[in-house]
Nanobody
Framework: QVQLVESGGGLVQPGGSLRLSCAAS????????MGWYRQVPGKQREYVAT???????NYADSVKGRFTISRDNAKNTVYLHMNSLKPEDTAVFYC???????????????WGQGTQVTVSS
């Protein structure tokens, strides 16, 4: 059906930057909201940022001014540019997309497999 494939995670020093990418593939008719969430062991998955097809964005207070979400609708891809990274940003980051398949009239939520981001010196 739909696959969301994330890339770009890794190890970075405090104050550094990373860019995450997430590409959606499959029998996609359209994609509504796309976004990023993160999770650390023992805690619930938390909201990071979302973006609409028209480019309207929202951010968690903890990342405002440091993270920027963007998307390329032609490529069905969403990005997360992360600057001024802090050790508390360490988590598994998950991509999310609300997708309508070619034979459907409704949207279904899909998740990527997650990519690890570690901020440490």
């Amino acid at each position: 059906q739909v696959q969301l494939v994330e890339s770009g995670g890794g190890l970075v020093q405090p104050g550094g930057s990373l860019r995450l990418s997430c590409a959606a593939s499959g029998s996609i008719s359209s994609i509504n909201v796309m976004g990023w969430y993160r999770q650390v062991p023992g805690k619930q998955r938390e909201y990071v940022a979302t973006i609409t097809p028209g480019g309207s964005t929202n951010y968690a207070d903890s990342v405002k001014g440091r993270f920027t979400i963007s998307r390329d609708n032609a490529k069905n891809t969403v990005y997360l540019h992360m600057n001024s990274l802090k050790p508390e940003d360490t988590a598994v980051f998950y991509c999310h997309a609300s997708v309508r398949l070619s034979w459907q009239t409704y949207y279904v939520n899909y998740w990527g497999q997650g990519t690890q981001v570690t901020v440490s010196s």
